[in-house]
């Protein structure tokens, strides 16, 4: 098996002023790969804790990936260390300098001596080319070890990624001819995980040894199955048979599989039957629209909405009756059945989706306690609406009903069949 860690490196990611995206995108596409990836690490902008990390992470591991701190000021210190580390100096690179000019004279801008300074490189590394930024990647290899550095900005380090990284560790992992590590992921809703966990049974009834995790979230759960092969064919047979088992027993829940979650499911369903959907939303604050949106392309299937978050704007611009609201309360059955009818003819889509509910903390009553949430659903046949109890947490109750109107929709499409 071939150990991959990820290193990154900035103060910044260190104090939680920036969220590390980079190191999840790089596992997945590493382990998708089939190597085993070991350690995520972060450090500050320092030279003596980098070099220490190196030294701790190339002892346990084949390959590391660092990201961050590739920039031209004084803080950016990743380039000048590894310099140092694998003994190496420093030497002009024209490819790079001459793609900086460009880069810098397409957007009408003065390449300084800062910038310049981007064309020095370690003379022993791989160059791999950015064309999205100012700072190329890094490949060295020593010892058989591989140390790839790469831009900290996602743009630039997932198009180096692509480009040059992920054909290399494929290569090399084919060369290696050693066992690997495959996953897939099955995504369900619409069940909770110890229900779940009942209808599955047992991990040593599977047909195929394997590691078998469940991962909920308030989308719904995440089965992880991996295995271990000798190449991605064998893998691929054993995650096949184990995937048939499970499908036997929960296949009414399966929602996606591996990249294809609850959400993309949805969207694609709708596309696969050139369906359209607006959303009504109260007390999820366009958070339901937002996920609809997730994804390029989206304007094919998604309309619209409007945030009806007062009843002012429920009556007056959603239209919902103002004796509705009165006599039932902004979080009930009958209104949210209005909301959704009313959106749908609004935007004049096949589907209107709405929800209205207490997210809290504040709000609540003993009849209608925080995370009361009322989701409904308009078609052309229907108009209905299901009451769900969250519970007390704002964010949570926003997550969940979100989960709970795409789980709604996706039982929808799959009752329209094919």
Not at 136 to 160: H, R, T
Not at 403 to 411: D, N, Y
Request: charged letters at 25%.
């Amino acid at each position: 098996m071939v150990n991959l860690s990820i290193l990154t490196i900035g103060d910044e990611i260190c104090i939680g002023q920036i969220v590390n995206t980079n190191s999840a995108y790089i596992a997945s596409k590493c382990t998708a790969l089939g190597f085993n990836v070991l350690i995520h690490s972060i450090i500050p902008d320092k030279k003596d804790m980098m070099i220490a990390e190196l030294d701790r992470l190339m002892g346990l591991s084949d390959v590391v990936i660092i990201t961050g701190g590739l920039g031209p000021t004084e803080d950016d210190i990743t380039k000048a260390t590894l310099c140092e580390y694998f003994s190496d100096k420093l030497e002009f690179h024209q490819p790079t300098f001459d793609f900086l000019e460009k880069w810098f004279s397409s957007r009408g801008r003065i390449m300084n001596d800062l910038n310049k300074s981007q064309a020095y490189l370690p003379s022993n590394c791989k160059v791999l080319r950015n064309l999205h930024g100012t700072a190329p990647g890094m490949l060295f290899e020593k010892d058989g070890k591989v140390v790839i550095s790469l831009p900290g900005v996602p743009k630039e380090m997932k198009y180096i990624m692509e480009d040059s990284v992920l054909p290399h560790l494929k290569e090399m992992l084919i060369n290696k001819k050693t066992d690997m590590m495959l996953f897939k992921t099955i995504h369900t809703a619409g069940i909770f995980e110890s229900d779940l966990a009942i209808l599955i049974g047992s991990k040593s009834n599977f047909p195929e040894e394997c590691s078998f995790a469940y991962l909920p979230s308030y989308k719904g759960v995440r089965l992880r199955i991996g295995v271990n092969c000798q190449n991605i064919e064998e893998g691929h047979k054993k995650i096949s048979k184990i995937e048939s088992y499970l499908l036997d027993k929960i296949s009414k829940y399966v929602v996606g599989t591996d990249s294809d979650d609850l959400v993309l499911s949805v969207s694609n369903k709708l596309r696969q039957k050139n369906l359209t959907v607006a959303v009504a939303e109260s007390c999820t604050g366009g958070l339901l629209g937002a996920n609809f949106t997730n994804y390029s392309g989206s304007s094919d299937i998604f309309k619209g909405g409007i945030i009806a978050y007062s009843n002012e704007i429920k009556i007056e611009i959603l239209g919902v009756e103002k004796t509705t609201i009165d006599t039932f309360g902004a979080v009930s059955q009958q209104t949210a059945v209005e909301m959704a009818k009313n959106v749908r003819d609004k935007f004049k889509t096949d589907f209107g989706i709405s929800i209205t509910g207490i997210a809290g903390p504040t709000g609540g009553s003993p009849e209608k306690p925080v995370g009361t949430v009322w989701i409904g659903i308009a078609d052309e046949n229907q108009v209905f609406a299901k009451i769900y109890k969250f519970g007390e947490d704002r964010e949570v109750n926003r997550e969940r009903s979100v989960g709970a109107a795409f789980t709604m929709l996706f039982e929808e499409l799959i009752k329209m069949g094919k």
